[in-house]
């Protein structure tokens, strides 16, 4: 038992070391890629960037992008990503938010009176490899799967027999879609 807590207490000693923990500090560091979304409805440009802090093995900040992935969207962010060693080349990432649609228009076969698109939820994840050019500067390439959302309410025009008046008037009914579209992310871009 004495023996078994000792390697532990050298284990623990070797991930603390005051001389490792003194090297490590917070840095700032912007990650600018351009890529490709991959899904059933085709192949369409996706740009992102990233702004924030790296910690030791982390790095966490604020992203904005525009996904043209089957409706133009704005996706805004929070990236998370964990470097397996201190030599920052192959990683983990995450990214949550909110996706906020841009200017769309519905499919042109049916005429709609009225139609309103706007956001929903975000996400991306998957893996990457670094490559170092400077200390300060590397280029990158990541693979992932994003799920981002557009909600759509439309109106349609349809004409009904008005009973009293004996005359035909439009009616307008009113129905929402959510579209949900995961698609693979291939990226490469630069970070500095």
């Known amino acids: 038992m004495k023996t078994f807590l000792f390697y532990c207490l050298l284990l623990f000693l070797q991930n603390v070391n005051p001389i490792k923990a003194q090297q490590s500090k917070f840095t700032f ?6 890529g490709m979304a991959i899904g059933q409805s085709g192949t369409d440009p996706l740009f992102q960037t990233v702004n924030g802090l790296a910690y030791g093995e982390w790095f ?3 992203g904005f992008g525009a996904n043209y992935y089957r409706y133009n969207s704005y996706p805004l962010f929070l990236d998370t990503r964990r470097y397996f060693s201190e030599t920052k080349k192959a990683f983990i990432y995450g ?10 228009t519905p499919a042109k076969e049916i005429i709609y009176s009225n139609y309103k698109f706007s956001g929903g939820v975000y ?7 670094r490559k170092n050019f400077t200390t300060k500067s590397a280029f990158l390439i990541t ?3 994003s799920y981002n959302e557009v909600h759509n309410k439309v ?11 004996g005359a035909a ?8 879609y959510t579209y949900g579209c995961g698609t693979i992310v291939l990226k490469a871009g630069i970070a500095f």
């Not at 990214?95 to 769309?104: A, L």
């Not at 996400?123 to 490899?129: H, K, S």
């Open 95 to 104: 990214n949550i938010g909110y996706n906020f649609s841009g200017k769309n």
């Open 155 to 165: 109106g349609l025009i349809n004409p009904v027999l008005d009973c009293a008046v």
């Open 123 to 129: 996400t991306d994840f998957g893996i990457g490899y």
């Open 60 to 62: 966490s900040g604020i």
């Open 29 to 34: 560091h912007s990650i600018n890629t351009f």
């Open 169 to 176: 008037c439009p009616l307008i009914d009113y129905s929402s």
């Open 143 to 145: 693979a992932g799967f």
